[in-house]
């Protein structure tokens, strides 16, 4: 990793690596790509997230890692196996958008209605720099354009479109206990 320091957590909010505009990876199979690569699932399968950018680790290079599972941070997300993202884009498929609730690990304790596209085409290369071609709707859109964001040194608190749809993360909780129980 450029950065020498040991990710012991998440950048967080007010750290500059965050609203960085990442850079492209150049060489995909690099020791420096390899190693935040590894840093990144790490990080993300020690955590309570259903993904993860580069630049939350204090890289800022377009990386992402888009991993939906239930977990007690989102107990509804759809289960899917993690997928690596090179130098993503993405296109709108539906000019839909919804407002729903997200949080991120480098913003801990708060949570936000943030509205999001409901359907886009992801475009990104794998590890071997193949190119591949992704439709993603609902909860794994959602989970794709906040880590894009990341990528353009933005948070998700930036979509916000009224200082009243953000929360404490134990008010979410509660909501979710009580979501959970009608199901």
């Known amino acids: 990793m450029k950065n020498e320091q040991k990710v012991v957590g998440f950048a967080q909010l007010g750290d500059p690596v965050l609203r960085l505009q990442s850079v492209p990876v150049d060489e995909f199979n690099s020791t420096a790509t390899l190693q935040v690569i590894k840093a990144m699932m790490t990080a993300l399968s020690n955590s309570n997230g259903v993904g993860l950018a580069a630049p939350q680790i204090f890289e800022s290079i377009r990386i992402i890692i888009i991993a939906s599972r239930p ?55 794998d590890q071997q720099g193949i190119l591949h071609g992704l439709v993603a709707k609902d909860f794994v859109a959602r989970i794709f354009q906040h880590e894009y964001d990341h990528l353009n040194g933005l948070v998700y608190l930036d979509r916000v479109e009224n200082n009243k749809d953000i929360i404490s993360e134990v008010e979410f909780q509660k909501m979710m206990d009580l979501e959970c129980s009608r199901q």
């Open 71 to 125: 977990s007690k941070r989102y107990p509804l997300a759809p289960e899917m196996e993690p997928v690596l993202m090179l130098n993503p884009s993405f296109e709108v498929v539906s000019q839909t958008t919804k407002k729903e609730w997200e949080g991120c690990l480098s913003i801990p304790g708060i949570r936000a209605l943030v509205p999001r596209y409901e359907k886009i085409k992801i475009n990104y290369f």
